[in-house]
């Protein structure tokens, strides 16, 4: 059983929305989490600090600018049905840019988010592993 199937049968959801029914927006909403809790993880199993230390590195990880970057490193290794959720993230318009991201790192954020919420509400946790594995710096 996959992770999402996991939760949907703990908080007793009967009908999961298919990925393929959310918005672009809606998928990038759920893949920001997805990112953040991989980040975490990672972090926490590297480095020996109090959880405030944890935090400003997690930060520098999960914004816009590092999003960006992951992306970058991934983008060589997406398929073209991978690349076009990305495409139709990265062309969504949220409204707001934060103030300390470019609007086209924003976007690339976007995207990626978009990206691994689709991996992640299909239950692709072998490829969402895997692309998270190459995104993240060593």
Known sequence: MNAHDRITTALHIEK???????????LAYVGDTVY??????????????????LHLEAAKLVCAHG?????????????QEELAVF??????HGGTVPKNASVTEYRIATGLEALLGHLYLSGADARLDELMG???PT
């Open 87 to 92: 495409k139709r993230g990265r062309n969504a």
């Open 36 to 53: 953040d809790l991989f980040v975490r993880t990672k972090l926490l199993h590297e480095r020996d600090a109090d959880v405030h230390a």
């Open 67 to 79: 999003q960006a970057e992951a992306y970058f490193r991934l983008e060589p290794l997406l398929t």
């Open 134 to 136: 190459k995104a993240l």
């Open 16 to 26: 999961p929305q298919a990925p393929q029914t959310l918005s672009v927006l809606t």
